[in-house]
């Protein structure tokens, strides 16, 4: 069984960071690529960032590119999204995602709001 748990989130004004953790319940958490998604009110979930199993490449939605940083730490089985220069339009439940023979595991999300 995969889990997923999703820790960091908050309240913050426009400008400031917040550090999201996914603890990962998986043996092979090294071998599987992690992704960070969000998804606002009314509107669809949305990839953010995405990490390969080494760490080696990442890739971020333009939205959030020179301002969120994904990484991992293999040894702790957690992924990390760095959110730095918050805007209100990043207010979200974030969830971390990850992909074991086909089927897709998510965490229950954790609630990034950006409010002056």
């Known amino acids: 069984q995969v889990q997923l748990v999703e820790s960091g989130g908050g309240l913050v004004q426009p400008g400031g960071s917040l550090r999201l953790s996914c603890a990962a319940s998986?043996?092979?958490?090294?071998?599987?690529?992690m992704r960070w998604y969000r998804q606002a009110p009314g509107k669809e979930r949305e990839l953010v960032a995405v990490?390969?199993?080494?760490?080696?490449?990442?890739n971020y939605a333009d939205s959030v590119k020179g301002r969120f940083t994904i990484s991992r730490d293999n040894v702790k089985n957690t992924v990390y999204l760095q959110m730095n220069s918050l805007k209100p339009e990043d207010t979200a439940v974030y969830y971390c995602?990850?992909?074991?023979?086909?089927?897709?595991?998510w965490g229950q999300g954790t609630q990034v709001t950006v409010s002056s």
């Open positions: 990490i390969t199993s080494a760490g080696d490449i990442t």
């Open positions: 998986v043996f092979t958490f090294s071998r599987n690529a």
């Open positions: 995602n990850t992909i074991r023979a086909t089927l897709a595991y």
